[in-house]
Every structure is written in C-alpha cells, then in structure tokens.
C-alpha cells in the first residue's frame, strides 16, 4: 500500500466537498473510487473517519492509503459465445451488449476474456498482458457487436499492423438524435480525455487524431440512422464525436441527452468487420444482425 498526505492551505478550497477535493490531488483516481475509498476508511480527515460530503477546513490534515488493486483471478468461465468465424490463428466474436471485453478492478468476472480463455483452452496471444489475453482492439461494455481475436503473438501483430494501416475495416451501425441532413460525412476531430471528467472523454486540440467516416442509412422523425466507419480506435470515439457535431447517440448515458429512446445504453452497434488474414492472406468478411432489443427499437421509429 502507498500513502500520500495532505494539508489543506489553499483558502479556496475551504468548503469543498472532501471527494471532489481529492479528486483535484488526486487526477488519476476517479472520484467513485475516492468516494469508495473514504467509505472504507482509506482516507482520514485529522487522523478520523469521516463521511463523503464532508467539507474540507484550512489546515485540515488528510492521509490517503491507497488499497492494493484487486487481484483478478484469470479463471476461465463458461459462457456462451456467438463466433462468426474461427481458425487456429484468431477468431471473430459477436460480443453481446452488457459484456465487458477484458477485467478490471470492477469486473472480475463474466468478462469476454474469460469466456474466450474457456473457449480458446488458455490459448490466446499475450501482446496486450495477462489481463487482456487475445484483445487486438475493444468496444464499450453496452455496445454490441463484432470483435476479432488473436490466439498468438504473429497472429495478433498482424492484426495490429492492420488496424494501424487502416485496412481493419469496421462499420457502425447506430441511432443519432436529429436529423441529420448530409448524406455522407467525415468527422475529423482529436479526442482526449475530459480534464474534468476522467470517466469521459472529449474533443480537445491536443488529443489524438480521431477519424470518423458516416453515412445517412435513414431519416425517422427526431432521429437519423446512420452506418460508420472507424479510420482510428479511439476511447468512444463515435459516441464523442457524434455528440461534437451536435447529433449525440441514443440512450447514451455520457454523451446524450436525458430524454431519449428507451435502451439500456447507447444505441451502437459494430455489425460488420472485414480484413485480409494476416496469417493466410485470406479476405474474411463478418456480419452480425442488430441484437434483438435495437432491431425493436429501429422498427417501432420506422412505424412513426
């Protein structure tokens, strides 16, 4: 464990509340897990527990213990899985909305990487650690859709080789609130991470390119269906960058509005996935139906 000490001289942060306080000193560490923290009684105000909405006083003497991270066990789980296509060099999976694709301190279980570590027998590539066996590239726990997998290191450096020359090809399928007037568009804009935000990301100067290729699939009242495509990988990006040009994705509890379709997340979905097999030089092209509850919701807009 690491501890760090504090002592509150600044006169404008008198009355803060204590989380939001450590979350200034502390800008790596989100401010649940501060929140978690002082619950547990990691963090002492004068050498005393003390609640979360406690106010910070000049001269007030805070001690952080950091906890040890979670140990995460590797334990491969049974868990059903829809592959698309498979070899014994890497695998494409259609990976259903509410999953997490590798573990975290959070999740530590039922994640893909679990049920590919049953699937695949343990045999995964081992570029990207022990916590993310396998994963060339990701999408967000509520967003459904295609995945390729690598079961070995050449496998999975040709994977990357491809994804960093563009010729991943990944296509999108999603619901944006308004309507969209231009067929087709590019959003060309660099991501980063929200300086007041850690759990969100945003279109800052200083971010990494981020490119985002659509293209109107249909026009319903209040919101427009589009397909895109993906020329980077960044965290989000096309939930950022669709809220950026002002046409934010359904049900998106970070980036979208608070009235919206009712879907337990944002309205995305990865359906189509094409590449030339880094180990055979064979074209593998993938396509996964909308799940269930979006194909639902695209039909009921249809009706309107």
Known sequence: MSTHKFTVDDQDAVSTRLDKYMKEQLPNVSRTQIQQWIQDGYILVNEKEIKTNYKVAFGDKIQVTEPRPVEIAMVPEDIPLDIKYEDEHLLV???PKGMVVHPSAGHTKGTLVHALLHHCKGSLSGINGELRPGIVHRI???????????KHDVAHQGLQDLLQDHQLKR?????????????KGTIDAPIARDTKDRQKMGVIDYGKPAVTHFEVVERVEGFTFVKCELETGRTHQIRVHFQYIGFPLAGDP????KKTLALNGQALHAQRLSFVHPMTDELIECEAPLPSELAAVVEELKKH
């Not at 967000?140 to 690598?150: I, M, N």
């Not at 970070?254 to 509005?257: C, D, E, I, L």
């Open 93 to 95: 999976v259609n990976k």
């Open 140 to 150: 967000d726990k509520d967003t459904s859709g295609l995945l390729v997998v690598a």
């Open 171 to 183: 296509e999108y399928f999603a619901i944006a609130h308004g309507v969209i007037q231009h067929e």
């Open 254 to 257: 970070k980036y979208g509005p």
